[in-house]
């Protein structure tokens, strides 16, 4: 009969605090680490090549003119 019946874990009285608050920081730790990696790859990396795409083909110097054509200078006459 001892065989079929199994005695009930006992309940941890002390430290329980403790141990809980220890699993709670490695698992909010190990998010935050999760979090930041996927930041910088699927945001800052994506941003980065996105502004090195638009400069490899921009030139100042037509963009200042067409600026400046606009008449939005208050130093540079249009051309026309």
């Known amino acids: 009969m001892s065989d079929s019946v199994s005695k009930a874990a006992k309940p941890q ?6 141990s809980q608050i220890k699993r709670n920081l490695i698992v909010a730790i ?3 680490v999760t979090a930041a990696v996927a930041q910088k790859i699927f945001v800052n990396d994506h941003r ?5 795409d638009f400069y490899k083909s921009y030139d100042i110097n037509k963009e200042f003119n067409r600026i400046r054509n606009k008449g939005l200078f208050d130093s540079c ?3 026309h």
């Open 13 to 18: 009285l002390r430290g329980l605090l403790h």
């Open 30 to 32: 190990g998010m935050c």
């Open 48 to 52: 980065k090549q996105v502004y090195a």
């Open 77 to 79: 006459e249009p051309d």
